[in-house]
């Protein structure tokens, strides 16, 4: 058989629960990666960075670049002291700090005085085939951008190489704009690996009509959950982006939202490919197991035609076998008791009629088509 790696793996993060926990309360899980801070400041101009492991690093930079826009990017969030810091340093409220320890939300888009805050999942395959689902959260005040993601992968490579460049509105549109320009990115990546699916869904798909094999309905059903995945990412990630372009908030300008209607185009466009595709990974499910039940028919029916050959047959021999005496004690004959079992060339007689009977059968069902396609 052809072998097929379609099989996606997971990784299984259990979430955390504390009943009856204070609201607000920054609970850091404790597989969480020690933050790794990043500091673009910029604008039309000029671009400066920084890097380094906590508060300093931050305002170092802001306190040298005061007429910039600044983009903090912290990869990891196991230092709650960090996360305090960022909190007193910025305003931000309790709650929000929580859901960004929290890794496991939905993408929101939430307003509040003087800044907003955004979250979103970020899903890809690893060099290891396992589906890895993180949480993006992002806030925009003033002239800042922070944004927190769980591991240290590089994922948003495009938008740094973009703002290097300092071509478009990636310097001039805003801490807004980084904010579009990341959520635009996510989506992205939807697509790269909704075509990685794609190509998997095809590979199922064509093994199911070559070689039909109970793994493929195994794989079929691992694809349609890694689509119900990405379902609940889209989802709720449509209309985070349909708040942003409906809010008021002078952190969302209006050409952001412009940018931003793009990205709901395309949010809706990652949804309707992860509906077909789960209609596909249904479909093949369902038609494996139609294949699987016209197998079982068509061996019954081959069972079928064995059996009712052999019935009859059967049933001469039975009556032939039951050897009645064809003579009592005094040698009289008894009426009745099978007078064929005396009879010269019986046996044979009785195979050739058992064989003519068969051969009747087998010419009936012939006519009726019943030999076809066994």
């Given at each position: ?28 899980p404790e ?13 039309d ?7 380094g ?16 826009t ?16 960022i909190?007193t ?6 709650l929000v700090?929580e ?16 800044y ?30 922070i944004s ?5 992968s ?5 938008v ?8 478009g509105l ?9 904010l579009?320009?990341l ?14 699916l ?5 590979e ?16 079929a ?6 689509l ?7 989802w ?12 008021e908030?002078p ?6 939202k ?20 789960k ?8 038609l494996?197991?139609s ?8 061996i019954?029916?081959?069972?079928t035609?064995i059996?009712v050959?052999?019935i009859?047959?059967?049933f001469?021999?039975?009556?032939y076998?039951m ?5 009592d004690?005094?040698?009289?004959l ?18 050739i ?8 059968q ?13």
């Amino acid at each position: 058989m052809k072998s097929y790696s379609g099989r996606v793996h997971y990784k299984h993060k259990r979430r955390k629960y504390e009943v009856g926990s204070q609201p607000g309360t920054i609970d850091i899980p404790e597989d969480a990666k020690k933050p790794k801070i990043e500091v673009y400041s910029f604008n039309d101009k000029d671009l400066q960075t920084s890097k380094g492991t906590n508060m300093e690093t931050i305002t170092k930079q802001m306190a040298k670049c005061k007429d910039h826009t600044h983009w903090i990017k912290i990869n990891g969030l196991g230092d709650v002291q960090l996360m305090e810091d960022i909190g007193t340093f910025l305003g931000i409220n309790h709650l929000v700090l929580e859901d960004i320890v929290n890794t496991h939300q939905r993408p929101k888009f939430d307003e509040y005085e003087g800044y907003v805050f955004a979250t979103s999942r970020i899903l890809y395959l690893d060099k290891n085939n396992e589906l890895t689902n993180c949480q993006f959260s992002g806030i925009v005040k003033d002239n800042i951008f922070i944004s927190f993601e769980e591991d240290y992968s590089d994922y948003f490579a495009a938008v740094k190489t973009r703002l290097k460049a300092g071509k478009g509105l990636i310097r001039t549109g805003g801490p807004g704009f980084i904010l579009y320009s990341l959520t635009d990115t996510i989506l992205d990546n939807y697509f790269v690996l909704l075509a990685q699916l794609g190509d998997r869904i095809d590979e199922t798909e064509d093994l199911l009509y070559d070689h039909p094999d109970k793994r493929i309905m195994f794989d079929a059903q691992q694809l349609k959950r890694t689509l119900i995945v990405i379902r609940r990412a889209c989802w709720p990630e449509r209309d985070k982006i349909n708040d942003m372009i409906r809010s008021e908030n002078p952190e969302i300008n209006k050409d952001t939202k412009i940018y931003l209607r793009d990205a709901y185009d395309h949010c809706i466009q990652a949804m309707d490919m992860v509906e077909s595709y789960k209609e596909v990974t249904s479909s093949i499910i369902d038609l494996y197991l139609s294949m699987v039940s016209n197998r079982m028919n068509e061996i019954m029916k081959v069972l079928t035609i064995i059996s009712v050959i052999f019935i009859p047959l059967t049933f001469i021999a039975g009556i032939y076998g039951m050897n009645f005496s064809r003579e009592d004690a005094h040698g009289r004959l008894i009426p009745d008791n099978m007078p064929e079992l005396y009879a010269h060339h019986g046996y044979v007689y009785t195979l050739i009629g058992m064989l003519a009977l068969a051969v009747v059968q087998l010419f009936v069902f012939w006519r009726k088509g019943w030999f076809n396609k066994l």
